[in-house]
């Protein structure tokens, strides 16, 4: 049996991070994954996403070239499926053709034992792997997330991708029925959308992007309709079949039919706790198959247990993970950390982008939160008008009482890089009328901030 202080199952972003920061500090460390080091972000999720968002904007940019004068005519495209092809081409290059060869060998020349293979407690203090045990004295649970395919009929009878098998499949598809109107579902839709497939957005909630900024939401919602997005709110599929022409005909719960040549599922991911012996330590998931952590990011209950990542249920995003991972190695190395959660930022990175952080009124208020908002038109600032009369909105939302800001949602370009401001403003507590002094360089988007945020620091100030 071999001997660690610290074994960490799941060499995703959190525990990868974890075993190497340890392994760097002189701690012996045993990684244990099945699949990739670097988990899903680097090679099936965020990255190849990314990569192929911003091919398709920049499709999509071609086609408003004369628009914003560089040139003096928009220029003819290719063909779809060809265009298709060299963003495929490119994505896979950005994602090292989804091999892990050089993150596997960083860990490694970091000190850490990296150990390919299922990991599952088979007694207190040992992890067994496929037959070779791993003893420990802290275990660290970084084992992620999976995608979640709802009990639909017939679902498992027609062509269908989960997110992951969609940006790591090669071909573009003529037809597509994406359910779930979270960011993956709607970052999606406008990929395809944007190289000529036919799209159906399918969302059982009244609104895309979950429960941000109901405003927000409703921009975005009609952004992706102006894409050509048929976005469908407050319906579910119901059931599935095969048509003769190998078509996949999903059944609504409003009585209507979409056929597609694939359903791209997309309706979350649920934490990865089942089978890896968490009984033998007594540790009880919650409902949603997530770990109850401490601010500490221990597993409540346990004095030797930690957990990072998705499997946490907390915010999770490979931000939220890394933040996490940075906890858990601070206090497994005696430097006390807490966790704190008010401003994890969240994105969809469509054109425009959606940015988000802490919360919103409603969701204030049902905290007894004493909540005012004010919102700015993107499309007033200078910056618009030299971008092409790029618009959108931003809302922000703060404590009468404690005057300070607790939320800030917005779409517009680059939203997701200028929500900066506001996420460290909510996360040190910057008084608003700091905040209302601040001076943006004109002209830039992050001007934006300056009216509402005088309106209200006056109401503060009142």
Same mark, same amino acid.
Not at 59 to 73: F, P
Not at 235 to 246: D, F, H, K
Not at 384 to 393: D, M, T
């Given at each position: 049996?071999?001997?660690?202080?610290?074994?960490?199952?799941?060499?995703?972003?959190? %525990?990868?991070?974890?075993?190497?920061?340890? &392994?760097?500090?002189?701690?012996?460390?045993?990684?244990?994954?099945?699949?990739?080091?670097?988990?899903?972000?680097?090679?099936?999720?965020?990255?190849?996403?990314?990569?192929?968002?911003?091919?398709?904007?920049?499709?999509?940019?071609?086609?408003?070239?004369?628009?914003?004068?560089?040139?003096?005519?928009?220029?003819?495209?290719?063909?779809?499926?060809?265009?298709?092809?060299?963003?495929?081409?490119?994505?896979?290059?950005?994602?090292?053709?989804?091999?892990?060869?050089?993150? &596997?060998?960083?860990?490694?020349? &970091? #000190?850490?034992?990296?150990?390919? /293979?299922?990991?599952?407690?088979?007694?207190? #203090?040992?992890?067994?792997?496929? %037959?070779?045990?791993?003893?420990?004295?802290?275990?660290?649970?970084?084992?992620?997330?999976?995608?979640?395919?709802?009990?639909?009929?017939?679902?498992?009878?027609?062509?269908?991708?989960?997110?992951?098998?969609?940006?790591?499949?090669?071909?573009?598809?003529?037809?597509?029925?994406?359910?779930?109107?979270? +960011?993956?579902?709607?970052?999606?839709?406008?990929?395809?959308?944007?190289? /000529?497939?036919?799209?159906?957005?399918?969302?059982?909630?009244?609104?895309?992007?979950?429960?941000?900024?109901?405003?927000?939401? /409703?921009?975005?919602?009609?952004?992706?309709?102006?894409?050509?997005?048929?976005?469908?709110?407050?319906?579910?599929?119901?059931?599935?079949?095969?048509?003769?022409?190998?078509?996949?005909?999903?059944?609504?719960?409003?009585?209507?039919?979409?056929?597609?040549?694939?359903?791209?599922?997309?309706?979350?991911?649920?934490?990865?706790?089942? /089978?890896?012996?968490?009984?033998?330590?007594?540790?009880?998931?919650?409902?949603?198959?997530?770990?109850?952590?401490?601010?500490?990011?221990?597993?409540?209950?346990?004095?030797?247990?930690?957990?990072?990542?998705?499997?946490?249920?907390?915010? +999770?995003?490979?931000?939220?993970?890394?933040?996490?991972?940075?906890?858990?190695?601070?206090?497994?190395? #005696?430097?006390?950390?807490?966790?704190?959660?008010?401003?994890?930022?969240?994105?969809?990175?469509?054109?425009?982008?959606?940015?988000?952080?802490?919360?919103?009124?409603?969701?204030?208020?049902?905290?007894?939160?004493?909540?005012?908002?004010?919102?700015?038109?993107?499309?007033?600032?200078?910056?618009?008008?030299?971008?092409? %009369?790029?618009?959108?909105?931003?809302?922000?939302?703060?404590?009468?009482? &404690?005057?300070?800001?607790? %939320?800030?949602?917005?779409?517009?370009?680059?939203?997701?890089?200028?929500?900066?401001?506001?996420?460290?403003?909510?996360?040190?507590?910057?008084?608003?009328?700091?905040?209302?002094?601040?001076?943006?360089?004109?002209?830039?988007? #992050?001007?934006?901030?300056?009216?509402?945020?005088?309106?209200?620091?006056?109401?503060?100030?009142?």
């Amino acid at each position: 049996m071999d001997t660690f202080d610290v074994v960490v199952i799941g060499a995703g972003s959190a %525990g990868e991070s974890i075993a190497t920061s340890l &392994a760097e500090e002189g701690r012996s460390v045993a990684l244990v994954e099945t699949l990739r080091v670097g988990g899903e972000c680097p090679y099936v999720a965020c990255m190849p996403s990314k990569a192929m968002l911003r091919s398709a904007q920049a499709r999509d940019e071609a086609r408003s070239l004369a628009e914003v004068a560089g040139a003096s005519v928009s220029p003819t495209l290719d063909d779809d499926d060809l265009a298709f092809r060299a963003a495929v081409e490119r994505r896979d290059r950005v994602v090292e053709h989804r091999d892990d060869t050089s993150a &596997a060998e960083a860990v490694e020349q &970091a #000190g850490v034992t990296l150990v390919r /293979g299922r990991g599952k407690l088979s007694r207190p #203090g040992v992890v067994d792997v496929e %037959g070779r045990e791993l003893a420990w004295t802290d275990l660290v649970l970084a084992t992620g997330s999976q995608p979640v395919t709802p009990p639909i009929v017939g679902l498992d009878r027609v062509p269908s991708w989960t997110s992951d098998q969609a940006l790591s499949a090669q071909d573009r598809p003529a037809s597509l029925v994406i359910m779930g109107g979270g +960011p993956v579902g709607c970052e999606l839709a406008q990929l395809h959308v944007r190289f /000529g497939v036919r799209t159906t957005l399918v969302e059982a909630g009244p609104q895309v992007a979950g429960k941000e900024e109901p405003s927000i939401a /409703g921009l975005l919602a009609q952004v992706l309709r102006d894409d050509g997005v048929d976005v469908r709110l407050g319906v579910e599929v119901q059931r599935a079949e095969l048509t003769e022409a190998g078509l996949a005909r999903v059944h609504l719960s409003d009585g209507a039919t979409v056929e597609a040549e694939r359903v791209l599922v997309a309706v979350g991911r649920k934490p990865t706790t089942d /089978g890896i012996g968490l009984d033998v330590l007594g540790i009880e998931p919650q409902d949603s198959g997530a770990l109850a952590v401490d601010a500490h990011c221990r597993v409540v209950g346990q004095q030797h247990v930690w957990a990072a990542g998705d499997v946490t249920g907390t915010a +999770p995003f490979t931000h939220t993970a890394n933040y996490q991972a940075r906890v858990v190695s601070e206090n497994l190395l #005696g430097r006390e950390r807490t966790a704190d959660y008010r401003a994890v930022p969240r994105a969809v990175y469509t054109e425009p982008a959606v940015a988000s952080v802490g919360i919103h009124a409603e969701q204030a208020r049902e905290q007894g939160i004493d909540a005012m908002t004010a919102v700015m038109d993107v499309g007033e600032v200078a910056r618009s008008a030299s971008e092409g %009369g790029a618009g959108g909105r931003l809302v922000l939302t703060a404590d009468r009482e &404690a005057g300070v800001l607790i %939320g800030a949602a917005a779409l517009g370009p680059r939203a997701d890089e200028w929500l900066s401001e506001a996420t460290l403003a909510i996360r040190a507590r910057v008084p608003l009328a700091v905040l209302a002094d601040v001076i943006h360089a004109f002209p830039t988007f #992050g001007e934006a901030y300056e009216p509402p945020l005088r309106e209200l620091a006056g109401k503060v100030a009142g």
